[in-house]
């Protein structure tokens, strides 16, 4: 047991400030300027989901643009989330279903006329559901134009570590806006890259242009928090503390996290050899360049539905799977259940 505390006080309102501290350090980076300048507001939320509703609460409330762009496709929960605030919502075009990669140019038309100062949620890295990210350089001209253009960047991090197996890399885009003085938002999760769902274990961190309004973002994310569950709960607060201050638990889950990753990736091309060996009609490389839990297969709503009922294969009708849920055994069947599906 890591975290022997039985401590089940009520922590402060924007939780556990070493929870906090270690949790921005982790996105942001030991050498993040803007930590250094102060500048950097996290508070301890009820995992991702409530880190995001929290940060659109505080937009409803502050910001002069209630306009979210939201990647199209995007994780099923950030409408109801985001909407839930009062915000209104738009898309941005993300992935090119008949190319399976990312659409680039019409992210980058998107997001080039969208509305002056409107909010841009992105996933920092192992988009859900596609499993499609932009490059480092693809970042840096995304990072351009969102600064060009005067928007909000609103990350979604829920999948840190997960992608490259190590959480620098992962952090990248973020750090990219954390550290070039503009404002950005950071909903962070720790459901997935520690395995604390239950726990609902997560942050919100908010980058302001100075120190001073950094304070008075703080006060005021408290005037939100109060009302909607009043203070987190303690105990996913202090397993997430003992590993991130502790250098061999540190160790220790950073060497697992990259296991877990190494799986992902090696699942990913049992899959895709299997298909190949079978001579299955398609090109289904897309499913070894795809990152981190999620894959995007290709199948269409029928050959998923075909899936169900003649294998017992059970899977969202917009043909995503969740890679770690797949084993290494069932690889073969599921190979020989998608020939079957699309010959
Ligand atoms: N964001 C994304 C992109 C997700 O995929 C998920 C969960 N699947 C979440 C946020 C929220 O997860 P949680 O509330 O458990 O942290």
Redesign the pocket.
């Known amino acids: 047991m890591i975290c022997r505390s039985a401590d089940k006080e009520y922590l402060p309102i924007t939780g556990m400030p070493e929870f906090n501290k270690l949790s921005a350090k982790l996105m942001f980076g030991s050498g993040s300027p803007a930590i250094k300048e102060s500048r950097v507001v996290t508070v301890q939320c009820?995992?991702?989901?409530?880190?995001?509703r929290v940060g659109a609460e505080f937009l409803a409330k502050h910001y002069h643009q209630h306009v979210v762009y939201l990647p199209e496709p995007?994780?099923g929960?950030?409408p109801n989330l985001i909407s839930a605030a009062g915000l209104t919502l738009k898309t941005y075009r993300y992935y090119d279903p008949k190319t399976l990669v990312l659409d680039f140019q019409g992210l980058l038309e998107d997001l080039g006329s969208a509305l002056t100062g409107a909010i841009v949620l992105f996933?920092a890295c192992?988009?859900?559901?596609t499993g499609v990210d932009p490059t480092c350089q693809q970042w840096e001209q995304i990072r351009q134009l969102v600064r060009q253009r005067g928007l909000l960047p609103f990350f979604?991090?829920?999948?840190q570590g997960l992608v490259s197996g190590n959480l620098d890399d992962d952090a990248q885009s973020i750090r990219m806006f954390g550290c070039d003085g503009g404002e950005c938002f950071v909903?962070q999760?720790?459901?997935?890259n520690m395995g604390l769902?239950g726990e609902?274990?997560?942050s919100l961190s908010i980058v302001c242009k100075t120190a001073d309004v950094a304070r008075r973002v703080e006060s005021q994310l408290k005037l939100i928090i109060r009302p909607l569950y009043s203070n987190p709960p303690i105990h996913g607060a202090a397993i997430v503390t003992a590993i991130l201050k502790d250098r061999d638990l540190y160790q220790k889950w950073t060497n697992e996290l990259k296991a877990m990753r190494d799986r992902l990736v090696q699942v990913r091309r049992q899959l895709y050899d299997s298909l190949c060996n079978k001579g299955t009609p398609g090109d289904w490389s897309h499913i070894i360049k795809q990152v981190g839990?999620?894959s995007f297969t290709g199948l269409n709503k029928d050959q998923v539905d075909f899936l169900t009922r003649e294998y017992h294969i059970y899977m969202s009708s917009d043909g995503r799977i969740n890679i770690g849920g797949l084993s290494s055994k069932a690889v073969p069947y599921f190979a020989g259940a998608i020939h079957d599906a699309v010959i």
Do not use: E
């Open positions: 009820v995992s991702g989901c409530l880190s995001l995007t994780y929960n950030h996933h192992g988009h859900n559901p979604d991090c829920a999948y909903a999760s720790y459901s997935k769902y609902r274990i997560g839990m999620y």
